[in-house]
């Protein structure tokens, strides 16, 4: 019998040591995690690689690396900017070099959302899609309507287009929204199915165009007619047997106690009942970046357990990506955290890793 929700049995986390190894842990679902079993739904086997990396904040050199406005951008912004390009070089080699079929990239695709990067995103992201994968994606808080959009010449910021929400669309169109079997009309919320019985619902709760007036660009929120549609959905998925993960940039889950208070722009707002929804429709796993760390935090909300797998930036130390394999009839999730470990980039003769940190 296929479990309702995503957690029949166990997850499996593979993760990241502190210093750039692979350990092994093995966490067992608590018993209050235990999903609901579907009478009407019949195992399938499905299985299901796929990949995250996250908060590339791409930044191509031809718009200037050196002078003084530059130096004084990354004086104040511990994200290697300068050496972006040839991260994601390194990122999408090594992801070419994966079997996962799927690759889901939630947000912060350019360094401040200038239009020229975007398009040089989306053609590193046609090379993962030419090579046969697919690719979601769904905006950070630093890729739309972005005032700080600049190229540096010499001691100056120049002024460089951001993208509107429509340019956003159409620049990523081929990376989810035109495989959508569903689109939220009020936010850049879409629904894709990379499975007939698995669903990825890429969630957007970010602030560009002062949407939720008051609260800085860099936080986020469902209006309530997002998360109204996104309950709808889930509704339906429940009523079909189908599992749904989710995507966004923001967290949904505290990954250690007091995260809201003192980094409560790196959670959704009103996380805790946005969470206790999600379980109570059987969302159990969404996917997050936003916060340059890697982690995951498990909440039992009362409705069910919630999974925030969070993964790190490319351009942060230790510059990770994620790579997993789900069986959708045990509803094993096994989750492997790479690190970047070598780009084409003068490190002034250290290793990467070194280098990065």
Not at 261 to 272: A, C, G, K, R
């Amino acid at each position: 019998m296929k479990p309702r929700g995503l957690f029949g049995f166990v997850l499996l986390a593979l993760l990241l040591s502190a210093f750039g190894g692979c350990e092994k842990q093995s966490a067992l679902e608590p018993e209050s995690a235990q999903a609901h079993s579907n009478p009407e739904a019949t195992p399938s086997g499905t299985q299901l690689k796929f990949a995250v990396f996250t908060d590339m904040h791409y930044y191509d050199p031809a718009l200037g690396t050196s002078g003084a406005a530059f130096e004084e951008y990354i004086a104040r912004d511990r994200k290697m900017i300068a050496e972006s390009h040839a991260i994601m070089e390194a990122a999408v080699n090594a992801l070419l070099m994966e079997n996962s079929k799927v690759v889901l990239v939630p947000g912060d695709m350019t360094k401040d959302g200038e239009r020229h990067n975007h398009e040089r995103v989306a053609e590193f992201l046609a090379q993962l899609e030419d090579a046969g994968k697919t690719v979601y994606v769904v905006p950070g808080n630093h890729d739309i309507s972005n005032p700080h959009a600049y190229a540096y010449s010499g001691d100056v910021a120049v002024p460089i287009p951001s993208v509107t929400p429509s340019e956003f669309v159409d620049i990523y169109a081929e990376f989810g929204f035109d495989e959508a079997l569903y689109q939220d009309p009020n936010s850049l919320t879409y629904i894709v199915s990379p499975k007939p019985d698995i669903w990825i619902m890429a969630m957007d709760a970010c602030n560009y165009d002062n949407k939720f007036p008051g609260l800085s660009p860099t936080s986020g929120k469902f209006s309530d007619a997002t998360l109204n549609w996104i309950v709808d959905k889930l509704q339906m998925a429940q009523s079909l047997g189908i599992t749904v993960f989710g995507m966004m940039h923001h967290g949904v889950v505290e990954h250690f106690p007091g995260m809201e208070q003192v980094f409560f722009e790196y959670l959704v707002v009103d996380w805790s009942t946005v969470a206790t929804t999600f379980a109570a429709y059987d969302m159990n796993v969404v996917f997050t970046g936003h916060h340059h760390a890697t982690d995951i935090a498990t909440l039992d909300t009362g409705t069910g357990t919630i999974i925030d797998v969070q993964t790190g930036s490319t351009v942060t130390w230790q510059c990770p990506y994620r790579v997993m394999h789900y069986d959708n009839f045990t509803g094993n999730l096994d989750i492997d955290n790479e690190p970047i470990t070598s780009i084409n980039y003068d490190t002034g003769g250290k290793d990467f890793q070194t280098y990065a940190y």
